[in-house]
């Protein structure tokens, strides 16, 4: 299994960014996925998750409203729409799947990307 998250980069406060995960050697349509952050001496915290149809997501507090989680099984492809951005959101962002059911609990999940780090300046 492969996830290859990218879209990452230096945004301003206020900004937006798109990041997508590319999943390969696993049935995707199968499989809840999800995106988590973590920040410098911070843990890896949930910040979207998406169910395997795309019709249920949650999300961490503080990004509801600004970011949209979303996937498209066709493409095997998970995206996180990140709006009005804001310096605490400055972090290595990591796609994730877990099998059937959707969690919003990292160790939940069993396959990891590698990151992709967003950076946020004032």
């Known amino acids: 299994v492969q996830l290859q998250a990218s879209g990452g980069g230096l945004a301003q406060a206020g900004g937006s960014l798109r990041l997508s995960c590319a999943a390969s050697g696993l049935t995707f349509s199968n499989n809840a996925m999800g995106w988590f952050r973590q920040a410098p001496g911070k843990e890896r915290e949930l910040v979207a998750v998406v169910s395997r149809t795309g019709v249920r997501t949650y999300y961490t507090d503080s990004v509801k409203g600004r970011f949209t989680i979303s996937r498209d099984n066709a493409k095997n492809a998970v995206y996180l729409q990140m709006n009005s951005l804001k310096p605490e959101d400055t972090a290595v962002y990591y796609c994730?799947?877990?099998?059937?059911?959707?969690?919003?609990?990292?160790?939940?999940?069993?396959?990891w990307g590698q990151g992709t780090l967003v950076t946020v300046s004032s």
């Open positions: 994730a799947s877990r099998p059937w059911s959707v969690s919003t609990t990292p160790k939940d999940y069993n396959y």
